[in-house]
C-alpha cells in the first residue's frame, strides 16, 4: 500500500510516517501545500491523509482542485479542526473520511484499512483470482488453500497486480506503487525484473492458476490461466 501524508507538523508527520511504514506501507510525505499539489498530480497513492491547514494553502482547496480535474482518491482527512463545517465541506468536497487530531495511531490505521476494504475491494476481506486467496490484512497468500511464502516486494507486487487484474500495467508505475516515487526515474528497472522473476516461480511452484505475463515494450498483465 501507497500512502501520501500531507502533515506540516514535523514531529507528527515522523511518528505517522514510522508508524505505517511498521504496516508495510510504502510512505511519501509533503510538508506544504506546493509540495502536495505536486505530488498529488504526478503520483499515485492507494490513500491521502490530508490536514487542512498547510503552509501556502488550505487542504480543502487542493480536494477541490482533485475535485473539478475529475480525480477520484481515496481521502482521509486529519485535522485539529473539528467543526462541523469543515468536516461536512470536506466531505462534500470527495474525502472519504474525517479524522480529528489528536488520534490514536491504531484508530487511524483502521480507518485507512475499512476505507482501502470499501473502495478497492467492494467491502470484501480478501482478494481472489483463481486457485490465489491474498489478504491485505494479514499479508498472507494462498495458491488453493495452502500458505506460500513470499518476500516482502514479492508480495507488494502480486498485491499491486490482484488490484489490478487484466489490466496492462505500466513497469515504471509498478515500481513506483512498491518502491515509492521518483523510482520511475531510475536507468533501468533490473530490481524489478529480479522480484517478477522470484514471485513468478514461486506461484508456479505453488500451481496458481494465475500467470503474470510480460506485455513487452509496457509492462506486465496480471491474467487467469
Known sequence: MKVLLIEDDDDLREIII??????????????????????????QYDCIL??????????????????AKGRRENVIIISAKDSIEDKVAG?????????????HLAELHARI??????????GEQTLQLGNVCLNPET???????????LGRKEYDILEYLMHRPNRMIEKGMLAEAVWGDHIDQSDN???????MKNLRKRLSQAGASIEIKTVYGFGYKLVEE
Open 91 to 103: 466531505l462534500n468536497l470527495g474525502a472519504d473520511d474525517y479524522l480529528t487530531k489528536p488520534f
Open 50 to 67: 490530508l490536514d487542512i491547514m498547510l503552509p501556502g494553502g488550505s487542504g480543502l482547496d487542493l480536494l477541490r482542485e482533485l475535485f
Open 18 to 43: 514510522r508508524s505505517l511504514e511498521k504496516e508495510r506501507s510504502v510512505v511519501e510525505a509533503a510538508a506544504t501545500f506546493e509540495e502536495a499539489r505536486q505530488k498529488v498530480f504526478v503520483y
Open 189 to 195: 528497472f533490473d530490481f524489478v525484473y529480479a522480484q
Open 139 to 149: 499479508y498472507e497468500v494462498k495458491v488453493g488453500g495452502q500458505c506460500v511464502e
Open 113 to 122: 484499512k475499512s476505507l482501502l476494504r470499501r473502495n478497492q475491494r467492494g
